[in-house]
Structure formats: C-alpha cells, structure tokens
C-alpha cells in the first residue's frame, strides 16, 4: 500500500531523514519508535505531502506521489488521513464543523446526512453528543478523539498518526491506543503510529521500526524488538540513559 | 572580523532579508490572484471577514475621519484667518481628505486593527498546526485563508475611505461654520466648485491599494510565522510595521503617478 524508498530530508543544514526505507501492507499497523527529535514527525509530513523530500520516493497504491503539485497531491490526500501531534482542530469552528469541514469540502451538502455522518463518527470515538461544544472547552484527550474523529470521517486508505498519546494521562493514552485498534479493525485501513510510548508501541503495532540516526535501524514485531540485544534498542525499549549519550 | 566587516555583512544580511521578504509577498499576491481565478470564491468566508474588517473597523474609522477632517479645518482657519481667505477653508479641507488624510489615515488605522488580526490569527493557526491539517484535509490554504481576507479588505478599504471623507470633510464644515463662524454658502459652493471628481477617485484608488498592501503583507507574515508563542506577537508586531511603513512609501509614488496620470493636461 504505502512505500518509503531511500527518503531523505535536510532542515537548517542539518540531514534529518538519510535514506529511510519503509513499507506499510493492505491493514497492516506499523509503529514507529525512535528518541526525540530524530525525524519521525518529518518522515509523516513527507509521506502526507507537507514536506519535500530531498531525495527518494513515496509510493501510495502504486502512484509516486514524490513531486507533485499541491493540487495533484490533493486526491491522494483523501485517502490518507492524519492525526496531528496537537489534534490542530480549526479553533472557530464547532466540533461539528469541524468534523463536517471534510465531507463538505468532498462535495456533501445534505445536512441530514453530515448530521448522521458526524455522529457516527463521534459514536465511535465515544464523544456523542459533543457536537455543539468549541475545541477550547474539550480535554486534551477530548481534542484528540474528536481530530481523529475528523481524520477517519472520509473512512481513508490509511491514517498516519503524529504522537497520538502525547501528554495525555495513560487512562486517556490507553483509550486511544484502543481506539487506533478498533479503527484499525472496523475501517480495515493500514496505519504508520509514529511514537516514543512503547505501552502504545507494543499494544498497536503489528511491527516497530527504530528510527535512528535518520535511517530505520531495527525493524520487526514487539516481540522481536523486546528481545533484541542491540544495546541502542535495547536502551530505547526499556528507557535506560546508558549508552545513549544521554546522563544525568 | 574588523568592525566595517561586521557592518558590511549585517547590511548585507539586512538587504538580502528584506528582497526575500519583498518576493514572498510578491509570490504570495500572485498566487492569491491566480486562487481567485482558479478556485471557488467562499461567500460565507468572505462575509464573515467583510463584516469584521467593514463593519467592526467604522467606529474607528469614522471617528479619524471626523476628528481629522475637524482638526484640519481649525489649523487651516487659524492660518487661512490671517489673510482673509476663510472661503478656502472648505476645498482646502475637502482636497486635503481625498488626496492624502483620508486614505493615508484610514488604511494606517486598517493596517493596525485589521492587519493585526490578520497576522495574529494566521500566525496562531500556523504554529498550531491548523494550516497543516486544511492542507491535509485537501484544501489549499491561500483559497481557505488569504483570498476572502484580500478580497474582504481589498473591497472594504474604498468604502471605509469614502465614509471617513465624508465625516472629515462635514466635520470640517461644522468646525469652520458652525464654531468660527465662517459663512456657509461660500464655504460649501467652494468645496464643491474645488473639489474634483478626480480628487475622490484618487482617495478611492490609493484605498484599493493600501488594501492590496495590508492584506498580503499580514497574510504573509502570518503565514509565515516561526514556530513558538514569541513568533505569533514577533510577526503581529512585523505586520502591522512593514504594511504601515510600505504604506506610506508607496503613498508618496502613488501621489505623484497619480497627479501625472489624471492631471496631465
């Protein structure tokens, strides 16, 4: 389905992404992990078409999406829905407008059916009920539910997800972790869980690449990665500084 | 480094900034012409900003105008007194609005209340990943974003100019007639015989200009905004200065294409 082929990325005159190879099945959820800051919200917003690459190709359902225009990204756009490290929920505008805003933008101008698509959508992300409430008066976990919510409306091929527990409490983080399951199972769609929670890491992910030094460096199922003797993974999975560089 | 170096490489760095700056606008205004043309113009995005940047901004507005058209006619009796030209008080007052205090007074004022929350809002939906999900969503942010706020501003700025000449210039007359006691008939016969249609349309074109100016500079700014809380007030404070000062630059080219294009002959 989805196809990440030697993708690099430079930002300030520092390499981010050094040829960063990837591949996501039909329904298939891959999670990847890596320390902060080493590129993996960057290796999301390429594959989404917010950011150029430097060099290599992605390749969604066949089509090289590499280089094309704003506008010839917008198709495939659809398909791929995304949820944002900060939920990024259009403040003005209601949670009902703002879950409509895609469906609207898709041509749907019925309002009975945006009414029945939109609480349906909420139904699954258990915030019924919420559609009159603004962004400012919703949780933080709230506001991620009701984003994905958003993202899932147009039912998408697959859903790239920016840090989805994040500062948010591990009930809350578990509710997601949950919820990426079950849309996982109902919507049949693949996902990439870009993350450093390895609760979530292990309870979503079919596999769980290590993104290290710009480039997948260990790649496998949770159960392989917890058995991995590498000492960076090693160290990474079980949170340990040593051997990082990182000390008190 | 020696000290001439250091100046010479922060001119140099000042200089190459402000083209780059200068070509992002220009880009962006392209682009926001060409979306016009290219995508569907959002009516109910641009009624909601025509009624904050129109509506919202006439209190402000008229009140300049007023007080401005009310000032001037006082200063040019104080003078115009002296040497018993106080029939002049009124096509003085009334060119002085359209050419220059009107537009030029009105737009500044634009520039700071409309341009200012321009940059604020788009600096904030920017560093909040609000433009990243339109994009995501599949929705060009300069159709979403810029065009209704240019459109709303481009169209708004000539009205409100036209409202704040005709507060300044009857402000005027109040002032001269009613308080200094200079007579109303020669006052009101000579605005109208000194006044002329070109000089409205001059205060109407400098308007749709400043316009054009104010709302590319904000959105480009906005739209542009580096990352943190400090960048929303940064380019809020960059918006409401650059449009202001490129205002007033461009004014003064303006005044003189605009006396050689209409006053030829």
Same mark, same amino acid.
């Given at each position: 389905?989805?196809?990440?082929? =030697? ?26 992990? !890596? ?7 960057? #290796? %999301? ?12 190709? /992605? ?5 090289? %999406? ?28 209601? /949670? ?6 895609? %469906?609207?933008?898709? !041509? ?32 933080? =976990? #709230? ?15 697959? #859903? ?24 996982g199972e109902i919507l049949g769609m693949a996902s990439i869980v870009v993350t450093h929670d390895m609760v979530s890491a292990r309870m979503v992910g079919d596999r769980i690449a290590y993104l290290h030094e710009g480039k997948i460096y260990f790649e496998g199922t949770p159960e392989q990665v917890d058995r991995c003797e590498d000492p960076l993974v090693r160290d990474f999975v ?11 | ?163 704040? $000449? ?95 294009? $209409?006053?030829?002959?």
């Amino acid at each position: 389905m989805l196809k990440l082929q =030697g993708i690099e990325k430079k930002l300030g005159g520092q390499a981010v992404l050094r040829g960063v190879n990837l591949q996501v099945g039909q329904g298939e959820r891959v999670v990847v992990i !890596g320390r902060s800051g080493c590129g993996k919200s960057v #290796m %999301l917003r390429i594959i989404m078409g917010l950011l150029p690459s430097d060099a290599g190709v /992605v390749i969604f359902e066949g089509t090289k %999406l590499t280089g094309l225009s704003e506008e010839d990204w917008n198709p495939y756009r659809r398909k791929i829905g995304m949820l944002f490290q900060g939920a990024a929920l259009f403040d003005s505008l209601s /949670v009902f407008e703002n879950l409509a805003f895609p %469906l609207r933008e898709a !041509g749907e101008k019925n309002e009975k059916v945006l009414g029945e698509k939109v609480a349906e959508a909420l139904k699954i992300v258990s915030l019924s009920g919420t559609e009159r409430k603004m962004p400012a008066e919703l949780s933080g =976990g #709230m506001k991620k539910r009701a984003a994905l919510a958003r993202a899932i409306i147009r039912k998408p091929d697959l #859903m790239l997800y920016d840090e989805p527990t994040t500062g948010l409490d591990p009930i809350v983080a578990d509710s997601i972790n949950r919820l990426i399951l079950h849309l996982g199972e109902i919507l049949g769609m693949a996902s990439i869980v870009v993350t450093h929670d390895m609760v979530s890491a292990r309870m979503v992910g079919d596999r769980i690449a290590y993104l290290h030094e710009g480039k997948i460096y260990f790649e496998g199922t949770p159960e392989q990665v917890d058995r991995c003797e590498d000492p960076l993974v090693r160290d990474f999975v079980r949170g340990h500084a040593e051997g990082t560089g990182v000390t008190g | 480094m020696g000290r001439a170096e250091y100046l010479t490489g922060k001119l140099g760095g000042l200089v190459l900034g402000s083209c780059q700056t200068a070509g992002g606008v220009f880009l962006l205004l392209g682009d926001t012409i060409r979306s016009m043309f290219r995508y569907k113009i959002r009516w109910d995005q641009l009624l909601e900003q025509m009624y904050f940047i129109g509506i919202r901004s006439q209190v402000v507005v008229l009140t300049t105008g007023a007080f401005t058209g009310a000032v001037f006619a006082a200063q040019v009796w104080f003078q115009f007194k002296r040497f018993g030209m106080e029939s002049a008080i009124g096509p003085t007052v009334s060119i002085a609005m359209c050419r220059e205090l009107g537009p030029v007074l009105c737009c500044l004022l634009l520039a700071g209340r409309v341009g200012a929350a321009m940059a604020a809002e788009l600096s904030s939906m920017k560093i909040t990943e609000q433009v990243d999900a339109l994009r995501a969503l599949g929705v060009y942010p300069v159709e979403y974003l810029v065009v209704p706020r240019f459109l709303a501003l481009v169209l708004s700025a000539p009205i409100l100019t036209a409202m704040a $000449l005709v507060t300044g210039i009857g402000c005027g007359y109040f002032v001269a007639v009613k308080i200094f006691g200079v007579d109303g008939a020669y006052y009101w016969d000579n605005t109208v015989k000194f006044t002329d249609r070109k000089d409205v349309l001059i205060a109407l074109i400098k308007a749709l200009i400043f316009g054009v100016i104010i709302a590319t500079i904000a959105c480009h700014k906005g739209m542009n905004c580096p990352p943190g809380t400090a960048g929303v007030g940064k380019t809020t404070t960059e918006a409401v200065v650059n449009a202001s000062i490129t205002l007033l630059v461009v004014n003064f080219f303006l005044t003189v294409l605009l006396n050689a294009l $209409l006053y030829s002959n």
